[in-house]
C-alpha cells in the first residue's frame, strides 16, 4: 500500500474538520428544532425558549481564570446559575465551591470547538478571539456572543478579523472603543456593543498584591518578561543581552510569554541550558510574585508592561522592536497604537549597544516624576472602574439574557 495516499496536508485536514463540525451542528439543530416543536405541540403552549443555558462563559485555558473569576463570584453572590466551559482539565474553577456556577471540561482544539458549535445559549462570554474566521464557529443557538478584552492595552494586537463577528466586545478604557469603530467603518460590519467595565484580571492581581509579603533583599531584582514571536525580545536578542545582565549582581527572573513555551520550546531549552545557575525561570499560572518581586523590568511591546506600571508603579525599561503589524488588526490602521505611544511615554528605551553597560544603565536610571506621571495617566485611561469590572461584566450578561 502506498501510505503517501493516505496523507492528508495540515490544510485540508483543517477544512474536512470543518466540514465534518459543520454537518454535525446542522444534524444536532434539525434534531434539536424538530423536538422543540414535538414539546410546543404536545404541551399546548405557543413558544418555547430554544436556550438551554442563559448565561454561558467559555475559558482557552488556565491562564485566564483571573478574568473570569471576578465574574463567577458575581453570580454566585446573586445566586444565578452561569455554566462555565473550560479546556483546561486543571482550571482553578474545579478547586472553588461554588454552589450556583456548573463547570466542565470540554477539551482542546477541535474537540472544545465541536462542543462550542453545538452550545444553546443566550449569551456566551469568552476572551478567545476568531470567532467564526477560523474552527471557532457562532453556534445557531447562540443569541449573543461577548468577547472580554483581557488586557488594558489595544484591541488591535488580536491576528485579522479577531473581533469582528462578535455581537458585543467590553472593555477595560473607552480609547479602545475608537480604533474598533474605524475597522467596522472600513470592513462594512454592523456595530457592536461596546462597554466599558474595566479590566477585572488587574482587579484580581489588585487584590492579591495586598495579601503579598515584601521580601527583604539587599539585591536588586530585575524580571525579564516579554513576548513571543521573531519580533520579541528573547528571539531578537537573546544571549547580547542575557549575558551582560547575568555578569551582573543582580537577581534575574526571566518569565516568558506561555505561549513560548508551544512556539518557541527549542529557543527556551537552549537560554535554559545557558542561563539557569544564573536566573530563576517563572513558568507559574500568575504573575503577581515574580511582579512583586522585582525592582525593574525589561520587556518589549508584551502586554504584562502594563500590568507592572499600574499595579506597582515602578521603572520599565523596553527594548527596541520592530512589531509586525500584518497579521493583525492593527495593520488596517493608519495610525501607531496607543500601547506604542504610552511604552515610548512611560518607560525608559533600552537600546543594544547600551547592552554592554546595562547594570549601569539601570541603576543609574533613577524613577522620576515625569515617568510617574506617565504610568498614572495611562493607568487612569486604561484601567477604569477599579475593583467594578466582576460585577459590570456579570450585571451586562444578566442584561442580555433579560432582553430576550
Known amino acids: 500500500m502506498n501510505l503517501n495516499l493516505l496523507y492528508i496536508d495540515p490544510g485540508t485536514g483543517s477544512a474536512l ?18 423536538l422543540i416543536k414535538i414539546k410546543v405541540l404536545f404541551s399546548g403552549k405557543g413558544t418555547l425558549s430554544i436556550y438551554k443555558n442563559p448565561y454561558v462563559i467559555y475559558s482557552e485555558g488556565s491562564q485566564y481564570f483571573n ?10 453572590d446573586k445566586k444565578t446559575e452561569i455554566l462555565y466551559l473550560t479546556s483546561a482539565k486543571d482550571d482553578p474553577v474545579f478547586d472553588k465551591n461554588y454552589n450556583y456556577i456548573k463547570s466542565e471540561y470540554i477539551g482542546e482544539g477541535g474537540i472544545a470547538f465541536t462542543r462550542l458549535g453545538m452550545l444553546s445559549a443566550k449569551v456566551c462570554l469568552m476572551t ?3 470567532l467564526n474566521v477560523y474552527q471557532l464557529k457562532r453556534s445557531k443557538s447562540v443569541k449573543h456572543y461577548s468577547h472580554v478584552l483581557h488586557s488594558p492595552a489595544d484591541a488591535m494586537t488580536y491576528k485579522l478579523f479577531g473581533l469582528d463577528y462578535f455581537d458585543s466586545v467590553l472593555l477595560s478604557g473607552d480609547y479602545q472603543a475608537n480604533d474598533i469603530r474605524c475597522l467596522e467603518k472600513l470592513r462594512n460590519l454592523p456595530e457592536k456593543q461596546l462597554i466599558t467595565v474595566g479590566c477585572s484580571y488587574l482587579d484580581e492581581l489588585y ?3 495586598k495579601k503579598l509579603i ?11 518578561s516579554p513576548s513571543w514571536g521573531e519580533s520579541a525580545l528573547l528571539s531578537r536578542y537573546g544571549e547580547k543581552l542575557l549575558d551582560p545582565l547575568c555578569a551582573s549582581d543582580f537577581n534575574i527572573i526571566i518569565r516568558p510569554h506561555p505561549q513560548s513555551k508551544k512556539s518557541e520550546s527549542a529557543l527556551l531549552e537552549k537560554l535554559s541550558a545557558r542561563y539557569d545557575e544564573k536566573v530563576v525561570w517563572d513558568f507559574e499560572q500568575d504573575n503577581i510574585i515574580s511582579l512583586s518581586k522585582a525592582d525593574a523590568m525589561i520587556s518589549d511591546f508584551s502586554g504584562i508592561i502594563f500590568d507592572y506600571m499600574f499595579l506597582f508603579d515602578k521603572p520599565c525599561f523596553y527594548v527596541n522592536y520592530n512589531f509586525d503589524s500584518r497579521p493583525y488588526d492593527a495593520d488596517d490602521l493608519d495610525h501607531e497604537l496607543w500601547q506604542f505611544k504610552i511604552i515610548k511615554e512611560a518607560g525608559i528605551e533600552l537600546k543594544e549597544n547600551d547592552f554592554m553597560r546595562i547594570a549601569e544603565i539601570i541603576i543609574n536610571s533613577k524613577d522620576n516624576e515625569s515617568l510617574s506621571l506617565a504610568r498614572k495617566k495611562a493607568s487612569d485611561t486604561a484601567w477604569q472602574y477599579r475593583g467594578e469590572a466582576g460585577k459590570r461584566i456579570a450585571d451586562f450578561l444578566l442584561s442580555i439574557a433579560k432582553n430576550d
Request: aromatic share 12%; no cysteine; charged share 20%.
Open 128 to 130: 478567545s478571539p476568531g
Open 67 to 76: 478574568v473570569f473569576k471576578p465574574v463567577l463570584d458575581n453570580f454566585e
Open 207 to 209: 487584590e492579591k498584591s
Open 17 to 34: 474538520f470543518s466540514i465534518l463540525i459543520g454537518i454535525a451542528a446542522t444534524l444536532y439543530f434539525l434534531g434539536r428544532a424538530l
Open 214 to 224: 515584601k521580601e527583604n533583599n539587599n539585591k536588586m531584582t530585575v524580571l525579564i
